[in-house]
């Protein structure tokens, strides 16, 4: 059985399944508007705009209305950190808040830098999950950097369940050429959790080259100028 499954792991991550996986992830980036907003090789995410689907109110006191602009954070895989056969660790879970810390000072000094994102006061995070322990983890470390989870406000429609099945398809895809053991379930059953931070919070937090450098320290990375450039795409949502 050890066999089989080294030698089955071996064969997704041949050279042809990482260009077949990563040509369809690139095709939907662009076709979504899903842009680099970092350069740094620790950055986790990419960014799009988009528009919140429902009312609610922050903790902070911000609130947020159905169709109002907003921030979508998605995981840049081939930059998240691997976890190890022993799954969502203590170590790993380290490891994430370090480069999550490092990718929204990043985050906080672009949008800085961009006044054509002046309108957007929320940034959302869509976690796929695909165990219960990864769950408590992921949520746990978004907490800590001032994310919190805000139920959907609506059972998903038909058609809105079958485009998260086709995430959570191309997602286990993505994870299995670069972080296979993080491959866990069917991930038709997957479950989705979105988190917020309002733009103000992580303002507060993360904005300064100060708070940016001592996040490369944290994850060894060498601090070097800020030289982003971000394509210009038109703007789109999903």
Aim: charged share 25%.
């Amino acid at each position: 059985m050890r066999i089989q499954s080294f030698t089955f792991a071996f064969r997704l991550r041949s050279n042809w399944f990482e260009r077949l996986v990563f040509g369809l992830d690139d095709r939907l980036r662009r076709a979504h508007a899903v842009v680099e907003y970092s350069h740094d090789p620790q950055c986790i995410y990419r960014l799009q705009r988009g528009k919140a689907e429902q009312d609610f109110v922050l903790s902070d006191g911000t609130p947020v209305y159905r169709g109002e602009p907003l921030i979508n954070l998605h995981v840049w895989n081939e930059q998240f950190p691997c976890m190890g056969p022993d799954g969502p660790t203590l170590g790993w879970g380290r490891q994430i808040s370090r480069a999550l810390d490092l990718s929204l000072c990043e985050l906080a000094d672009f949008l800085a830098q961009r006044p054509e994102f002046d309108d957007v006061a929320v940034i959302r995070a869509n976690l796929i999950l695909s165990t219960a322990n990864q769950a408590r983890q992921l949520l746990r470390v978004m907490g800590r950097h001032g994310f919190e989870e805000i139920p959907a406000g609506a059972t998903p429609s038909f058609c809105e369940r079958l485009h998260r099945s086709g995430e959570n398809i191309l997602a286990m895809l993505l994870i299995m050429a670069v972080n296979p053991a993080c491959a866990h379930g069917n991930a038709l059953r997957w479950d989705r959790a979105q988190v917020f931070v309002s733009r103000r919070i992580l303002e507060q937090r993360h904005s300064g080259s100060h708070r940016r450098i001592a996040a490369k320290i944290a994850v060894g990375a060498k601090e070097r100028p800020a030289e982003i450039v971000l394509q210009h795409t038109a703007s789109a949502s999903r």
